[in-house]
């Protein structure tokens, strides 16, 4: 459960007046994430007068010059989506998706714990853009404090008329897939809570008879800002194809791990050097754990979406794992798709069967297997997972696994011809992955 | 650029239990991995398969091998 | 007609359907045992089952027309739908209209595969295993010919196939690791990132 104990001042916003435009100055001023507070730094959020029939367009016309895109891995353009789902029907739900599977990210448990009155904000007001009937925010069970955290939030606003739409907290169980939006959807409908298979997105989700609109609880909380401050405060931080702030949760080789709230464009360098890193930055994951390893070379590169695809980087949902030179990149990649193999839902063969072997194969090279054939008969088993499955699980682990073949190429050479390197067994900087053994079967 | 409206094959990766008849009915198209699981490229069939696509959609016991119907670009000939 | 004709031609019809019904049946288990080889490629199998379920259809609707048009003995149209409406054996017509009734989902179902779902075909296909039993039961119940020994042999050729198909699927299903929807257990979920700064 994340504490602000110690907090230091934000490098990357330095204009005062912009300063009420990011996502955690409110806490940084008023350190309470109680509705007064909130509505003393923001004012009241600008919701529709009842009545008022142009406002769904206005509003969504402001997210688009805003140039926001999702915070939950795709960065998938908001307006589009929110265009989509207008398109289908009126009514429906806003589905506010705080899952946050990824074990290395922790920065929707911050907005909500922090700031959940700007995470509901963003909800009602794209809410009332669809005329949704209601609300439901997901947060994972293991993490009660953060879903009374909301149910309070929740609470407080109904008496101040600043809930027009009713607000749901619900739990699905906590697992790694369990934030994609098919397999949401499909346990809000009273399902397992697996992803399905959509061969053409543009068809929006439904629950029940309404369709429904998941974003991720920093989109929605983006949107609230756009909707107060207007789309040019969003756009005055981050770069002019990446615009605003984005949430990145730093951890691994660091002496402050942490959420920090970034503009889109800073080095990555920079990023990870305001977490600390306990000795030379010799790789860095970027994503998650189905995004991609970089490499100390990549450090300067501007944290965007395209810059980073470019260098064989991920922006995916803001996770940065940081490795130093004491550790073993391809042991921690075992550990990886050690873990993700054991959190398919097992529905595709190929990503059942194929993720363990990619598993294994991985454990057997970090072990140092003395066989020439290993890293090529890796990258035919990853190339066979790759894009087989009904979701994006089995891509996450193949692209990561194939971006750790090329950045820590050298050490995967000595490990097939035999040679373990001498930081196999360091603690691994992973948040603790607990479990061992095979995946249950 | 003409745009033509192509059969292409698609996978249902949930439905399939990798029974492989579509593998048997169409080895030039489909191949299986190492578990059994249908391979297949996502362009379009070439018109004398398209029967035989045809079958082994209707044959899967799981309904899991789709054909459909897509707009493919096409580079005008003669180039 | 003759009523011997029709009745010959009921027991012949009969006996041939039930060896038909007997033959789909291994087929089908056959199929799902995924018994495939070289020679005899999946699809084939499939449709070997399906065409000899059609031709057991045919076999049993010729049996069911002529033990109804024949007078010797009074089986009304009802009976071939409506159990316990027959008046002549009326336990062991009755198992034979279960039988039809069950034979006519499968069919339907089948026939309307594309527009059902999946899991409804698939429950009603299961009921058709229950049709094997009741078809046997009917047979030995009807009993015209069962005293005569090479009809025994038959049939018990045909209880040694389907029984040692079924088996084989038990045993299979036992040995091979059920893909279902198994989660790892919630409670093997990381810690997460302890937060030790919040940049604000």
Redesign the interface.
């Known amino acids: 459960m994340?504490?602000?104990?110690?907090?230091?001042t934000?490098p990357f916003i330095t204009d005062a007046a912009h300063d009420r435009a990011?996502l955690?100055?409110g806490?940084?001023a008023q350190r309470n994430p109680d509705l007064r507070s909130h509505l003393a730094w923001h004012g009241a959020p600008p919701l529709p007068r009842p009545g008022d029939a142009t406002w769904p367009e206005r509003f969504a016309a402001t997210i688009e010059r805003s140039g926001l895109s999702g915070r939950g891995g795709a960065s998938f353009p908001s307006a589009v989506k929110l265009e989509q789902v207008r398109s289908a029907r009126r009514g429906g739900s806003v589905v506010v998706n705080a899952m946050e599977g990824e074990?290395?990210?922790?920065k929707d448990?911050?907005l909500l714990s922090?700031v959940p009155h700007l995470v509901l904000d963003g909800a009602e007001l794209a809410a009332c853009a669809l005329g949704a009937t209601q609300i439901v925010v997901c947060v994972?069970?293991?993490h009660p404090d953060i879903a009374a955290a909301v149910r309070r939030a929740v609470a407080e606003r109904v008496p101040s008329a600043l809930a027009p739409v009713a607000v749901e907290v619900r739990c699905p169980?906590?697992?790694y897939v369990a934030g994609e939006e098919s397999a949401l959807v499909s346990w809000l409908n009273g399902g397992?809570g697996?992803p399905?298979?959509r061969?053409d997105k543009r068809n929006p989700l439904m629950i029940g008879r309404g369709p429904a609109l998941v974003h991720n609880a920093e989109t929605l909380a983006h949107m609230a800002l756009i909707a107060r401050y207007g789309p040019a405060s969003f756009r005055a931080a981050g770069a002019p194809d990446a615009p605003g702030t984005s949430l990145v949760?730093v951890?691994g080789g660091v002496d402050?791990?942490?959420?920090?709230?970034?503009a889109l464009g800073t080095t990555l360098g920079a990023i990870v050097d305001?977490?600390r890193p306990t000795s030379g930055v010799a790789a860095v994951l970027t994503g998650g754990f189905g995004g991609a390893w970089v490499g100390a070379g990549a450090l300067g590169t501007p944290y965007a979406p395209a810059p980073m695809a470019a260098a064989g980087g991920v922006v995916g949902a803001g996770v940065l794992v940081v490795l130093t030179r004491r550790a073993c990149g391809i042991a921690e990649t075992a550990r990886v798709a050690h873990?993700m193999a054991?959190?398919s839902?097992?529905?595709?063969?190929?990503?059942?069967?194929?993720l363990p072997?990619v598993a294994e194969d991985l454990e057997r090279l970090a072990a140092g297997c003395d066989d020439p054939g290993a890293t090529a008969r890796l990258g035919r088993r990853v190339a066979?997972v790759d894009g087989?499955?009904?979701c994006r699980h089995p891509d996450g682990v193949a692209r990561m696994v194939r971006s750790a073949m090329a950045v820590f190429a050298r050490d995967a050479a000595l490990h097939g011809a035999g040679q373990p390197c001498a930081f196999r067994d360091e603690p691994s900087v992973?948040?603790?992955?607990?479990?061992s053994g095979k995946?249950?079967? | 650029m003409r745009s033509v409206a192509e059969t292409v094959i698609k996978v249902n990766p949930i439905a399939c239990q990798a029974y492989g008849y579509c593998a048997e009915l169409l080895p030039e198209l489909v191949t299986l991995d190492a578990w059994g699981y249908p391979i297949v490229d996502g362009g379009p069939v070439p018109r004398h398969l398209v029967e035989l696509a045809r079958r082994a959609a209707k044959d899967c016991p799981r309904r899991a091998f789709l054909l459909e119907k897509a707009r493919i670009r096409q580079a005008p000939t003669g180039d | 007609m003759s009523s011997s004709v029709l009745w010959y031609a009921t027991r012949a019809t009969g006996l041939v359907a039930l060896v038909m019904l007997s033959a789909t049946t291994v087929l089908g288990i056959l199929t799902a045992n995924r018994a495939t080889s070289p020679r005899w490629p999946g699809f084939a199998l499939q449709d070997l089952h399906r065409r000899i379920s059609v031709i057991t259809m045919g076999f049993l609707a010729c049996h069911i027309v002529t033990s109804v048009i024949d007078t010797y003995v009074h089986i009304g149209w009802a009976s071939i739908v409506v159990p316990f409406a027959s008046s002549y054996k009326r336990v062991w017509v009755a198992l034979g209209s279960v039988g039809v009734d069950l034979l006519l989902a499968v069919a339907v179902t089948s026939w309307l595969r594309p527009k059902i779902r999946a899991r409804t075909w698939r429950a009603v296909h299961w009921l058709a295993y229950l049709s094997w039993p009741v078809a046997l039961s009917h047979s030995f119940g009807m009993g015209t010919d069962m005293g005569q020994s090479w009809v025994i042999g038959l049939v018990l050729c045909c209880i040694a196939a389907v029984l040692g198909a079924a088996l084989w699927r038990l045993w299979l299903a036992a040995r091979r690791k059920r893909r279902a929807l198994v989660f790892v257990p919630v409670h093997h979920r990381p810690a997460g990132v302890p937060v030790k700064h919040i940049s604000a």
């Open positions: 994340p504490s602000a104990t110690d907090t230091r934000d990011t955690l100055g806490w940084r074990p290395a990210s922790a448990k911050v922090y994972a069970p293991e169980p906590g697992r397992p697996a399905s298979w061969p949760t951890s402050h791990p942490g959420v920090y709230e970034v305001q977490a873990y054991g959190q839902t097992g529905q595709c063969g190929p990503c059942v069967f194929g072997a066979t087989r499955g009904a992973l948040p603790a992955i607990l479990g995946a249950t079967r």
